[in-house]
């Protein structure tokens, strides 16, 4: 955090540093626009003139903070960019899609020849990644029980790059106690990599709690609402980068900016995954009501654990704010705001869950999580459907499970239109 600023002419006392709520509506106050509007406006161009040729130089060379091309840096991006600086105290890069953003950091840090240790527990997409897409190319997925240390060091050799988990993996709600594996990372030598989508830094300090990047899909509660799609990386600047061996020689030039210039320099650039104006446009709207959604959303959740979890037809509720949740103990130590906005319920089987879903009418059948509506889905015929029912059991994805992303609506409604729904099974 900066230290407070000096006390302004007539004023008795220092401006205090504002929380990372009151940051994330109104950014740095350093950074105001030439006209006074209080949001940056949508830059809907792919090149930027230059005053002269020296400045063409310097600017494309990085030696004078400007813009060239949108794919590289755009305005509107580096506004929402500064915006996420503020509040989570790190290095941003915002990417086109949470996947991108996955990608990008793991093409940094990996290559052939070396492995990633995380949980079986991962969101489908992302061990897709992991095991049809980077393992051709040479890239091992070492499986570790993410919730137990000792097994997370065991998995850990001179050829592991990252240690990579979900702060609450999704579906499986597991919860991993990140201080404890983060005292392991750096006990090896090597950087944990923390996917904080349900989280975000409002929710819970990864840098504090000793991850060394932060990886959030901003598509989710960032974006005000599932209205455009956007990934974030973020340095949390607590990792000597000399120890990655991907980043030995770049330290040399860059010293504790040497991932997020490789990062940007490299990777963002030359894969082309750059977030657009639009999306960092409604990412930044998003992020003035950040805090007041997801506490709405937690909130929900947990009510509607408890009302799952006393219905008869229920069979089995997870979700880490029920003290009959493994991962309550550790949710409750790490989460600022409460447990996530996520859960799971089971039913008798496949068939009952399509009929529950098939009577809802205020909730949505549809994919995604931490949008402002309720949704449901059923994993395994789904998002998980490429994956053996063995395989799929695995991952803690269950042909009796459905998941609800609780979104911000009045929540007796959402509990009437499961409880008229379920009582009609």
């Given at each position: 955090m900066r230290p407070a600023e000096p006390a302004a002419a007539g004023l008795s006392a220092p401006f205090r540093r504002p929380a990372a709520a009151t940051l994330a509506v109104h950014g740095d106050t350093a950074g105001r626009d030439a006209h006074g509007a209080l949001r940056t406006p949508v830059y809907?161009?792919?090149?930027?003139?230059?005053?002269?040729?020296?400045?063409?130089?310097?600017?494309?060379?990085?030696?004078?903070p400007a813009f060239a091309y949108s794919r590289i840096s755009n305005p509107t991006v580096t506004g929402f960019e500064q915006r996420m600086a503020a509040i989570s105290g790190g290095i941003p890069l915002a990417f086109s899609s949470g996947m991108a953003a996955i990608s990008a950091t793991i093409l940094v840090l990996a290559g052939t020849g070396t492995n990633i240790v995380t949980s079986r527990n991962l969101f489908g997409n992302t061990a897709s990644l992991m095991e049809q897409t980077l393992r051709p190319w040479g890239l091992e997925t070492r499986y570790a029980d993410i919730t137990d240390p000792n097994a997370v060091r065991e998995a850990i050799d001179s050829r592991t790059r990252m240690v990579f988990f979900e702060t609450?993996?999704?579906?499986?709600?597991?919860?991993?106690?990140?201080?404890?594996?983060?005292?392991?990372?750096?006990?090896?030598?090597?950087?944990?990599v923390l996917d904080n989508t349900v989280m975000t830094p409002l929710g819970f300090d990864s840098g504090k709690a000793g991850a060394a990047v932060e990886i959030i899909s901003s598509t989710k509660y960032i974006s005000g609402g599932g209205t455009s799609i956007g990934g974030l990386v973020i340095d949390n600047r607590n990792f000597d980068w000399k120890k990655a061996p991907a980043l030995a020689a770049v330290s040399e030039q860059y010293g504790p900016m040497a991932f997020i210039a490789r990062l940007r320099q490299e990777v963002h650039r030359n894969l082309g995954g750059?977030?657009?104006?639009e999306s960092a446009y409604f990412h930044t709207l998003g992020l003035e009501t950040l805090e007041m959604r997801m506490r709405k959303s937690f909130a929900n959740a947990l009510a509607v654990a408890r009302f799952l979890e006393n219905h008869p037809t229920v069979r089995k509720v997870n979700y880490p704010?029920?003290?009959?949740?493994?991962?309550?103990?550790?949710?409750?130590?790490?989460?600022?705001?409460?447990?996530?906005?996520?859960?799971?319920?089971?039913?008798?089987?496949?068939?009952?869950?399509?009929?529950?879903?098939?009577?809802?009418?205020?909730?949505?059948?549809?994919?995604?999580?931490?949008?402002?509506k309720t949704l449901a889905i059923h994993p395994a015929t789904t998002i998980f459907a490429e994956y053996s029912p063995a395989r799929q059991a695995l991952m803690g994805v269950r042909p009796t499970m459905i998941r609800l992303s609780l979104g911000i609506e009045e929540t007796g409604d959402i509990i009437s239109d499961l409880e008229r729904g379920l009582d009609s099974l």
């Open positions: 809907h161009s792919v090149a930027f003139e230059h005053p002269d040729a020296r400045s063409m130089c310097l600017t494309f060379t990085g030696r004078k609450i993996s999704n579906p499986a709600l597991e919860v991993a106690d990140c201080e404890r594996i983060a005292a392991v990372c750096r006990e090896r030598g090597v950087p944990l750059c977030m657009s104006p704010g029920l003290e009959s949740s493994k991962g309550h103990g550790i949710a409750k130590k790490q989460f600022r705001l409460g447990a996530g906005g996520v859960l799971t319920f089971d039913l008798k089987d496949e068939e009952e869950c399509f009929r529950l879903l098939d009577a809802l009418r205020l909730i949505r059948r549809a994919t995604n999580i931490n949008d402002n």
